[in-house]
């Protein structure tokens, strides 16, 4: 079984700045990808930024050049810098981790999800 464990969410003006970390632990074999996906209020969840094992990474249109995703593999642990914060980058943001288990199945792995409050 797997957990990912979320912090750093909370209520920033906009313009301002928000550090999200996501640690994965529990029976993990092998990571192929972990990101970040958000969920705004009436909207589906979407990709905010993902990276990849070979050290990869992807980004919504809509947060490049504003969001950094960076990982520390030996820990399975990604973050999200969030810069330049606008009130639509409001949502729940969840963590995502894919890659195979120590039973070496295939591993799609969900946080509980940090709420993001953009707002003056």
């Known amino acids: 079984q797997v957990q990912l464990g979320e912090s750093g969410g909370g209520l920033v003006q906009p313009g301002g700045s928000l550090s999200l970390s996501c640690v994965a632990s529990?029976?993990?074999?092998?990571?192929?990808?972990m990101g970040w996906y958000r969920q705004a209020p009436g909207n589906e969840r979407e990709l905010v930024a993902q990276?990849?094992?070979?050290?990869?990474?992807d980004y919504a249109d809509s947060v490049k050049g504003r969001f950094t995703i960076s990982r520390l593999n030996a820990m399975n642990t990604v973050y999200l810098q969030m810069n330049s914060l606008k009130p639509e980058d409001t949502g729940v943001y969840s963590c995502?981790?894919?890659?195979?288990?120590?039973?070496?199945?295939?591993?799609?792995?969900w946080g509980q999800g940090t709420l993001v409050t953009v707002s003056s």
């Open positions: 995502n981790l894919r890659g195979y288990g120590s039973d070496l199945k295939i591993l799609d792995a």
């Open positions: 529990g029976s993990i074999f092998r990571v192929v990808a």
């Open positions: 990276t990849t094992a070979g050290g990869s990474t």
